[in-house]
């Protein structure tokens, strides 16, 4: 089952009404201040976004690894909390909820809710939505100097308001799938990192052995070989231990 078919699983029949990306958001560019003017980058306050920011800290963001100074802002305006960043060039499709006023570079466009959908929205629902938004994106690409998104049909890319003439039940609905994918979510990290700590010890394993194996003097290779099984029994007992405990 692909994503837009598991989409609409958790729709589960309700009547939806579709409206065009440009129809529900301010769609803005993010941009670098000029690196040749200092007073942009000392003892900044203001959030800037980059993709290093996903690549380290994940996907729903409330601070940046790099600031800038107020000065910098064009016009003094900040985009708002509460905000989507997805990559239209470059890395296209990567994405993130931003929950405080900030800026981001030029990789990104800028989602944000319009005043007469604020409250028709649940933010973390357009979170969601939006990994099939950089589905689309990567199927969508024009190339010049660099791999950038088709902007046309990205303005008309459509998102679902489910029960359209009960703004209660709507979000009802959408907190609900937000319930679900949350808990996906978290069910997928918490086996991410199992797995990683097992890869750690399984490595570590191997390079006992390996070292076991390729350090030993000649007269000892009998010894040695019999450390070894004995070491690899207790390991292979500890193994099972850990998936049995995890069943």
Not at 74 to 93: C, D, M, R
Not at 98 to 105: F, H, K, Q
Not at 198 to 204: I, T, V
Not at 232 to 244: H, K
Request: aromatic share 10%; net charge neutral.
């Amino acid at each position: 089952m692909n994503n837009t078919d598991f989409m609409q699983k958790l729709l589960n029949g309700a009547q939806v009404e579709w409206k065009a990306v440009s129809e529900i958001f301010h769609l803005k560019n993010g941009y670098t201040p000029s690196t040749s003017k200092k007073e942009f980058w000392e003892n900044g306050s203001v959030p800037w976004f980059r993709m290093d920011d996903i690549r380290e800290n994940g996907q729903i963001l409330g601070d940046s690894l790099q600031k800038i100074s107020e000065t910098a802002v064009k016009g003094g305006k900040l985009f708002p909390a509460n905000s989507i960043i997805i990559s239209t060039s470059a890395t296209i499709g990567e994405h993130a909820l931003i929950t405080v006023p900030y800026l981001a570079n030029q990789r990104f466009t800028n989602l944000s809710l319009k005043d007469s959908y604020v409250k028709v929205f649940d933010m973390k629902f357009i979170f969601y939505y939006c990994f099939l938004l950089a589905e689309w994106c990567k199927k969508n690409t024009t190339m010049s100097s660099f791999a950038s998104v088709d902007m046309d049909g990205f303005r008309k890319f459509q998102i679902p308001i489910p029960c359209p003439d009960n703004p209660k039940k709507s979000l009802e609905i959408q907190a609900e799938i937000v319930r679900i994918l949350d808990a996906f979510t978290a069910m997928t990290a918490e086996l991410t990192a199992e797995l990683t700590a097992e890869l750690k010890l399984r490595n570590q394993q191997y390079q006992y052995f390996r070292d076991k194996l390729l350090t030993f003097d000649m007269g000892e290779a009998q010894s040695s070989s019999d450390e070894i099984g004995r070491d690899r029994t207790r390991s292979d007992e500890i193994g099972r231990d850990r998936t049995a405990d995890r069943g």
